[in-house]
């Protein structure tokens, strides 16, 4: 791609819209938005912004596959924000999906009871991604506490789109165990 910038004109973003956003409210990605407002238009920033600050929040209601298009801007016409942008980046909610299983392999440390209660998720339940990232998390400490500090794993989503249902099959490479001395 071509990249270019504009010096000595400032371009402020005035405005935000979201269109496509249904589940998610538009108010609520406006307000997540803050931080965009005011600040100089870059469609490179406003597309690095969507993916880093609001797909997180598609993630949490279970909208594992959402995705932000390219912004577009056009002059604000107000008073009140002169010289200034109004900013749309459009969204492709996606379905919302809910949990069904996990599949464990490479494990000999820990049972996939265990794993799985350190994982947290249950059949049904929306797909929350922020909640699986938390269970991962838990899952590397609960290696941790047996001494595998440096246990490493790989999740690969497997998606139903004909169901809205998603389970993950998560791949551990448990490594030594490490002793205190």
Known sequence: AHVFGVRGIRMPVCALHFPGARNVSETRLINSSKDIMGTDYSRIFASAFAVSSLFPIYREVGQLRATFATPSARLAATPSCSDGVDLS???????????????????????????D???????????????????????????????HIAASLQAQPDFDEATSKVSYRIDIREGPQYHMG
């Open 89 to 115: 980046i459009p969204v492709d909610e996606g379905a919302i999906y809910s949990w069904t299983k996990e599949e464990w392999s490479g494990n000999q440390v820990l049972t996939p009871e265990e794993l």
């Open 117 to 147: 209660a350190s994982l947290g998720m249950k059949s049904g339940e929306v797909a929350n991604g922020l909640k699986f990232d938390k269970g991962l998390i838990a899952v590397r400490q609960a290696y941790g506490r047996k001494g």
